[in-house]
T-cell receptor
Framework: GAVVSQHPSWVICKSGTSVKIECRSL??????MFWYRQFPKQSLMLMAT?????????EQGVEKDKFLINHASLTLSTLTVTSAHPEDSSFYIC????????FGPGTRLTVT | KQEVTQIPAALSVPEGENLVLNCSFT??????LQWFRQDPGKGLTSLLL?????REQTSGRLNASLDKSSGRSTLYIAASQPGDSATYLC???????????????FGKGTHLIIQP
């Protein structure tokens, strides 16, 4: 099956700093990638849809200036959390689309 | 706005039992429905994907059914094993954009424990 990787798998950063998460489709080209986040004991919530070569589409309530998404190639999308705050601590999961969504292993972000 | 509900939130059963997990969704205009497994702190493993035109899908000991008109799906696990312990997530893809890639709407999941 199609494989998606994420890097890093976990990251701790200080409040006010920025952190970048990478999502790569390893064996397929993904014109569309999705970013989700999951708070403890909650469902995954779609944050944004990322299309290669165009601006991301953000879901209602997600600040586009805080969560910067870049999808510069068919195999790589990045999510940058800018000026991170403790409430941004969450599990971030990406997926690449090829007929269906294939999910990465997730990135655990902790902001101290 | 699509909402997905999963019942029960948690389930603990002895090994060997057959069990059913339930999923309901509020908007029947779906493109497909998918069941995932999530282990603690891990990503998602796709178990079964049912297209809106299908009634059920089977893979090994797993069988998923879909009743789109009533907004319901069930995941049946036969002869449960301790290795089946995980959180099971139901997700729907809406059909608003006519087939283009859309994000999924997830339920909160059913936390399943199979006792040895």
């Amino acid at each position: 099956g199609a494989v998606v990787s994420q890097h890093p798998s976990w990251v701790i950063c200080k409040s006010g700093t920025s952190v970048k998460i990478e999502c790569r489709s390893l064996d397929f080209q993904a014109t569309t990638m999705f970013w989700y986040r999951q708070f403890p004991k909650q469902s995954l919530m779609l944050m944004a849809t990322s299309n290669e070569g165009s601006k991301a589409t953000y879901e209602q309530g997600v600040e586009k200036d805080k969560f910067l998404i870049n999808h510069a190639s068919l195999t790589l999308s990045t999510l940058t959390v800018t000026s991170a705050h403790p409430e941004d601590s969450s599990f971030y999961i990406c997926s690449g689309y090829q007929g269906e969504q294939y999910f990465g292993p997730g990135t655990r972000l902790t902001v101290t | 706005k699509q909402e997905v509900t999963q019942i029960p939130a948690a389930l603990s059963v002895p090994e060997g039992e057959n069990l059913v997990l339930n999923c309901s969704f509020t908007d029947s205009a779906i493109y497909n429905l998918q069941w995932f497994r999530q282990d603690p702190g891990k990503g998602l493993t796709s178990l079964l994907l049912i297209q809106s035109s299908q009634r059920e899908q089977t893979s090994g000991r797993l069988n998923a059914s879909l009743d789109k008109s009533s907004g319901r799906s069930t995941l049946y696990i036969a002869a449960s094993q301790p290795g089946d312990s995980a959180t099971y997530l139901c997700a729907v893809r809406n059909s608003y954009s006519g087939g283009g890639a859309d994000g999924l709407t997830f339920g909160k999941g059913t936390h399943l424990i199979i006792q040895p």
